[in-house]
């Protein structure tokens, strides 16, 4: 898993609560991933990260927030969850700049009752 | 329509078969094409990465670029049970910066029977 480690990995909530999922890296990539993937859609991109303080949104964006406040974690936020956010996240690093590839987590199971 | 088509499957071979998954394309300034595989409850893992058109070989895999025909193919020669996964290519335009994302297929559900 390239160093990553994501928590919780199986969260069960309610609508309307709020949920912070965490990605933790070891080896200080400045490049990371929240992604989210279901069936019939794929792999989703929802924001993304180049360093510390600085992100920007992916294309599903809407209902997430996201924090890097330190180079090895990266928060992804759901403000106020809803059904349709039920899903598997992943998060994912890149290991330089200069490439393309990028290497996953485990990934969090998320179901929002 | 989607920038990348992959037939979702499930495609169900027999141990040792020889194994063809596809993806098609619909931007040619797509440059660089990749492959994962994701085992259940797992994620993604990178297999192949290739660069515009030709072929690359790494063991039982193949990863083939056929960009006159927007096409994309892995081969997995003698086909093991656990090569059973759910295999997701992915694909990225000439490179703008550092910033690119990919762009992802659905993914082939692959089943290798012993």
């Known amino acids: 898993d390239a160093g990553i480690t994501q928590s919780p990995r199986h969260k069960v909530t309610e609508t309307g609560t709020p949920v912070t999922l965490r990605c933790h890296q070891t080896?200080?990539?400045?490049?990371m991933y929240w992604y989210r993937q279901d069936p019939g859609h794929g792999l989703r991109l929802i924001h993304y990260s180049y360093g510390v303080k600085d992100t920007d949104k992916g294309e599903v964006s809407d209902g997430y927030s996201v924090s890097r406040s330190k180079t090895e974690d990266f928060l992804l936020t759901l403000e106020s969850a809803t059904s349709s956010q039920t899903s598997v996240y992943f998060c994912?690093?890149?290991?330089?700049?200069?490439?393309?590839?990028?290497?996953f987590g485990p990934g969090t199971r998320l179901t929002v009752l | 329509q989607k920038e990348v088509e992959q037939d979702p499957g499930p495609l169900s071979v027999p141990e040792g078969a020889i194994v063809s998954l596809n993806c098609t394309y619909s931007?040619?300034?797509?440059?660089?094409f990749m492959w994962y595989r994701q085992y259940s409850r797992k994620g993604p893992e990178l297999l192949m990465y290739t660069y515009s058109s030709g072929n690359k070989e790494d063991g039982r895999f193949t990863a083939q670029v056929d960009k006159s025909s927007k096409y994309i193919s892995l081969f997995i020669r003698d086909s093991q049970p656990s090569d059973s996964a759910t295999y997701l290519c992915?694909?990225?335009?000439?490179?703008?910066?550092?910033?690119?994302?990919?762009?992802w297929g659905l993914g082939t559900s692959l089943a290798v029977n012993p």
């Open positions: 080896e200080n990539h400045r490049y």
């Open positions: 931007n040619s300034a797509f440059q660089y």
């Open positions: 994912a690093i890149k290991i330089a700049a200069s490439t393309d590839t990028q290497y």
């Open positions: 992915a694909m990225i335009r000439e490179r703008a910066g550092n910033n690119r994302k990919l762009i």
